[in-house]
């Protein structure tokens, strides 16, 4: 209130005007060209999925290979899978941007090296499995969730003995109960010292509902959303 009552200012008057667009679209003209080449093509086939971090772009292809890109468009790293395991169906970066993880259409992960340009471990072999669908890291921690389309679900920790990477597994979910798991999220907080971060909450969502759990220190459902 200004000059004795009679004039009222409201605080949407002193704010920033509000942007015309909230979004704005920009193509990525070089790296569609690198993707549209019939050498690329014939190497690679064709793009699957893809990941955006910060300061980097991944694109998985249908031949098993992920290529890397910086947000200048241009190429860093080209990361083939080890073993055949068909097309790349998810991506994630650990947030630092030093690691990759990839899944692929017959099951199985690999963990890469972005920063050395090479897969240090990778799981599953030709023998065909469940496609793996969804895959995301555990914020800065050593371990990512797995989800396959048969509504298995993983935490994968990976360590380093001896010079060599060892991956474990911990079961979350079987598949036989929920069905297929549409959707996953880790919630870890990106400081340590955050309230829930040694609890490491995930969220989840099958057909008709949303979990939400804790990993530590023993795995438990905190809330369930029917949806």
């Known amino acids: 209130i200004v000059g004795g009552g009679t004039e009222r200012r409201h605080m949407s008057q002193t704010t920033h005007p509000v942007p015309e667009r909230l979004v704005r679209h920009e193509p990525l003209t070089l790296l569609s060209a690198s993707l549209s080449e019939g050498e690329f093509h014939q190497v690679a086939g064709l793009p699957s999925c893809i990941a955006v971090h910060p300061k980097l772009i991944a ?6 290979f992920v290529f890397v890109y910086d947000h200048f468009q241009g190429l860093v790293a080209t990361l083939p899978s080890p073993v055949d395991r068909g097309s790349v ?68 920790h990976w360590n380093k003995v001896l010079g060599f990477y060892t991956l474990e597994w911990f079961p979350v979910l079987d598949g036989t109960v929920l069905g297929p798991v549409l959707a996953l999220a880790p919630l870890v907080p990106s400081t340590p010292h955050h309230p829930v971060y040694d609890v490491t909450p995930i969220a989840f969502s099958a057909a008709h509902m949303t979990y939400i759990c804790a990993l530590a220190p023993k795995q438990r459902v905190l809330f369930r959303l029917q949806r």
């Open 89 to 156: 169906t998810c991506i994630d970066f650990l947030p630092s941007g030093e690691w990759l993880a990839a899944g692929y259409q017959w099951g199985g992960v690999t963990l890469f090296d972005i920063l050395n340009r090479r897969a240090v471990k990778s799981t599953g072999g030709k023998t065909a499995q469940p496609a793996t669908s969804v895959i995301r890291f555990l914020g800065a921690r050593n371990g990512f969730l797995v989800a396959s389309v048969k509504g298995k679900v993983d935490v994968v």
């Open 59 to 64: 694109v998985g292809s249908s031949r098993g």
